[in-house]
Nanobody
Framework: QVQLVESGGGLVQAGGSQTLSCAASGRTFSNYAVGWFRQAPGKEREFVATISRRGDSTYYADSVKGRFTISRDNAKNTVYLQMNSLKPEDTAVYYC???????????????????WGQGTQVTVSS
């Protein structure tokens, strides 16, 4: 198993930046692909970004492409989500998730992930 803890959320003004962190503990982190998802009130959880287990492949939702960057440091067992040019519609609870894999592919569906963090709130004011 792997345990995930998100941090870095908070209140930010539109146009600003924020970096989320997802710290993992447990089994070998480099064997897991990691994704970021978000869920706004009254909406379903949606895919934001994902990174392969070695960090050599990334994939983004169209809504964040060019504004968000996902990265990872396997030596620190941490995945990051750098968010720039934030918009009020980015307001949501952000979750990181992990799935064990030997492949270097993108996982974009909620159901593909086995482990989830507790989430961190990001609020973008207009």
């Amino acid at each position: 198993q792997v345990q995930l803890v998100e941090s870095g959320g908070g209140l930010v003004q539109a146009g600003g930046s924020q970096t989320l962190s997802c710290a993992a503990s447990g089994r070998t982190f480099s064997n897991y692909a990691v994704g970021w998802f978000r869920q706004a009130p009254g909406k379903e959880r949606e895919f934001v970004a994902t990174i392969s287990r070695r960090g050599d492949s990334t994939y983004y939702a169209d809504s964040v492409k060019g504004r968000f960057t996902i990265s990872r440091d396997n030596a620190k067992n941490t995945v990051y989500l750098q968010m720039n040019s934030l918009k009020p519609e980015d307001t949501a609870v952000y979750y990181c998730a992990a799935v064990w894999t030997l492949a270097s592919i993108s996982y974009i569906n909620v159901k593909e992930y086995d482990y989830w963090g507790q989430g961190t709130q990001v609020t973008v004011s207009s």
